[in-house]
T-cell receptor
Framework: GNSVTQMEGPVTLSEEAFLTINCTYT??????LFWYVQYPGEGLQLLLK???ADDKGSNKGFEATYRKETTSFHLEKGSVQVSDSAVYFC??????????????WGLGTSLAVNP | ETGVTQSPTHLIKTRGQQVTLRCSSQ?????VSWYQQALGQGPQFIFQ???????GRGNFPPRFSGLQFPNYSSELNVNALELDDSALYLC?????????FGPGTRLTVT
């Protein structure tokens, strides 16, 4: 079945450091891939998405590229800020006909950015 | 702001009681999914409704049930509450594959 494997946290970085959070997936067909972010005490927000191979999603300085050959969708940011401290979830959604479109989630990676 | 609203924001119930959580989907979205998120965990899929019909269910017992209305808003009902049902309950609406989440309902069972 479909699954998402996400690097374990917590990740602690200093402000302006480079961030990478690894995400790999197993899926049949051609899933859409997502990164969601959850700030403390809040619900989930869609951060970025990619719907086909080689697509790059980007938002708020974050980027992730849909790599079919390595089944990966790693999240990157060149210079993190304290305000980026949150939990980041990688997820996929099936695209096959009849699929119920539920999201399959990674376990989440907690990021703490220190000033 | 995603346009997805949930009510109530917080709720405290005692074991054995029943609870109803509500979700209003984003305009134009015909699919609503419900997730349970325990503290420090990722979301777990409960079920999904598409045009008023259940369209997939996760590994949750029958005491978790739901409805979707003609305006595509939705309810999640949980009977015979257990302590382990304490969690953040998230509703997400979608028109295609992209899901937009509401702020969640924090349920505490004592």
């Amino acid at each position: 079945g479909n699954s998402v494997t996400q690097m374990e946290g917590p990740v602690t970085l200093s402000e302006e450091a480079f961030l990478t959070i690894n995400c790999t997936y197993t899926a049949t067909g051609y899933p859409s891939l997502f990164w969601y972010v959850q700030y403390p005490g809040e619900g989930l927000q869609l951060l970025l998405k990619a719907t086909k191979a080689d697509d790059k999603g980007s938002n708020k300085g974050f980027e992730a590229t849909y790599r079919k050959e390595t089944t990966s969708f790693h999240l990157e940011k060149g210079s993190v800020q304290v305000s980026d401290s949150a939990v980041y979830f990688c997820a996929l959604s099936g695209r096959n006909a009849g699929n119920n479109r539920k999201l399959i989630w990674g376990l989440g990676t907690s990021l703490a950015v220190n000033p | 702001e995603t346009g997805v609203t949930q009510s109530p924001t917080h709720l405290i119930k005692t074991r054995g009681q029943q609870v109803t959580l509500r979700c209003s989907s984003q305009s134009g979205h015909n699919t609503v999914s419900w997730y349970q998120q325990a503290l420090g965990q990722g979301p777990q899929f409960i079920f999904q409704y598409y045009r008023e019909e259940e369209n997939g269910r996760g590994n949750f017992p029958p005491r978790f049930s739901g409805l979707q209305f003609p305006n595509y808003s939705s309810e999640l009902n949980v009977n015979a509450l257990e302590l382990d049902d304490s969690a953040l309950y998230l509703c997400a609406s979608s028109g295609d594959y992209e899901q937009y989440f509401g702020p969640g309902t924090r349920l505490t069972v004592t």
